[in-house]
């Protein structure tokens, strides 16, 4: 008789973005960087920002932060940010 196994698989089409704010500690995962933490309202930077044009408005600001697709792994500091 076989048994069923316990794991439980999905499919995952995207990449997930899982990011700890640095004031609450509060675990974020998300397809898209976050702009602000949920819990407590911090505001981030999105990935890489100093690499990047930087914003002369609140518009160009929210298209900096791109969904999990669009980031690559020299955009993440390893060991803060990690793509699943």
Do not use: Q
């Not at 932060?65 to 500091?77: A, G, K, P, Q």
């Amino acid at each position: 008789m076989k048994m069923k196994s316990d794991i439980i698989t999905r499919k995952v089409t995207e990449k997930i973005l899982i990011k700890k704010c640095h004031c609450c500690g509060h675990i974020l995962e998300t397809a898209k960087e976050a702009s602000k933490c949920p819990s407590c309202k911090k505001s981030f930077l999105p990935a890489n920002y100093f690499g990047k044009v930087h914003a002369k408005n609140s518009t160009d600001f929210k298209n900096l932060f791109l969904s999990s697709d669009e980031l690559h792994e020299e955009d993440l500091i390893k060991g803060i940010n990690v793509l699943w």
